[in-house]
């Protein structure tokens, strides 16, 4: 039987290891001799760093362990493979590291350029007559996955966002001004609005929960968010706005992203670079005079480990035995989902 191969890629979650150590698990109980794990993801396995796993995992408590520690163990690496054309002696190097390796089974965790990775390598293998499968498993605390029901990560992170939505309003509560506060919090996702969604989970028999929450999915109209958060500072003296990072402005002539990425000139003549929340929050206290704060949860949302989800936990653990047995039943280019009807991943 051949060797096994696994690598994680992307953004971190709470849940990324729960995966490799179901891989690990699912591969050892099927009697594979040798499970490596790859180090920052393909980047890594380009320059032939991987490791073997059983030197790290000796027992069953060390495979729990895992399965509960957040973010990459092996480390990850945001590297997108070129298109087969565009490099054929990349793709010959893999398959001769893969080929020395006696890999049978290629299984990488991560999210949309992952399984891009997983899909243009079995295209190769199977183009150029090779045996070796490839299987995807699905984690992102975005939640953008396709054909999934949602994603390992998301649910852990989404816990952590409205928990600690739910600690910024009830400290903004607690002390009022004069002119009012407003506080924008920032929210990860890119281009998805369900991390900013999980901003009203604050919301209970404590917690009124956010006044406004901003996806990116919409158009975000600028004139329209100052006089309605406006109209909610004349009621209360306290706001409470959820912003997505990639909410995006049309002027009429662009659309402009605001993740991070709006450009201006300081004071002093520096180029600076803001985020949605700051660029909000700047425009909130020109117009109103009012204090503002941002809160900006950034990498905290994805690998905080006392929020973890145990059914996320568990969920990761499953996709990531699942590839193993995908693999081992012949399929190869493909994503392992988690399907909502039969909760049987
Ligand atoms: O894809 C996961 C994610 O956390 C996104 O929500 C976010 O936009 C991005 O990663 C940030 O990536 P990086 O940490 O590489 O800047």
Redesign the pocket.
């Known amino acids: 039987k051949g060797n096994i191969i696994v690598g994680q890629s992307?953004?971190p979650t709470a849940v990324i290891n729960s995966s490799l150590a179901g891989v690990y698990k699912t591969a050892k109980d099927r009697g594979v001799t040798k499970v490596y794990g790859m180090l920052n993801g393909i980047q890594g396995f380009l320059e032939e760093r991987y490791i073997d796993l059983s030197d790290y995992i000796k027992n069953d408590l060390d495979i729990e362990l895992l399965k509960r520690t957040p973010s990459a163990f092996l480390g990850a690496c945001?590297y997108k493979l070129p298109d087969i054309h565009k490099d054929k002696e990349l793709y010959e190097k893999i398959f001769e590291i893969l080929n020395k390796l006696d890999i049978e089974c290629f299984v990488y965790i991560g999210?949309n350029d992952s399984m891009d990775t997983i899909k243009k390598l079995s295209d190769y293998a199977i183009v150029t007559g090779q045996t070796q499968r490839f299987i995807g498993v699905p984690k992102?605390?975005?939640n953008d996955l396709a054909l999934t029901d949602h994603t390992p990560g998301y649910g852990s992170a989404a816990k952590y966002i409205g928990t600690a939505t739910k600690e910024v309003i009830r400290d903004s509560m607690g002390l009022v001004y004069n002119k009012g506060l407003v506080t924008v919090i920032e929210v990860?996702?890119?281009n998805a609005g369900w991390?900013t969604g999980a901003t009203a989970l604050a919301k209970g028999e404590d917690c009124e929960g956010p006044d406004f929450i901003y996806l990116p999915e919409v158009i975000f109209d600028l004139d329209n968010f100052l006089e309605k958060v406006g109209k909610q500072l004349a009621k209360k003296k306290s706001v409470i706005a959820a912003v997505s990072?990639?909410i995006k402005i049309a002027d009429g002539r662009y659309v402009c992203e605001l993740?991070a990425n709006v450009e201006y000139v300081d004071a002093f003549g520096h180029k600076q670079l803001t985020g949605a929340a700051n660029y909000l929050a700047n425009r909130l206290s020109e117009k109103f005079g009012c204090k503002t704060r941002t809160v900006e949860l950034s990498?905290l949302q994805?690998s905080a480990a006392h929020l973890s989800s145990l059914v996320d936990i568990n969920e990761a653990f499953q996709v990531g035995g699942a590839a193993v047995k995908a693999a081992d039943e012949g399929d190869t280019g493909k994503m392992v989902v988690i399907d909502r009807v039969s909760d049987d991943p």
């Open positions: 992307g953004g945001r999210g992102t605390i975005d990860m996702g890119r991390l990072e990639g993740s990498t994805r």
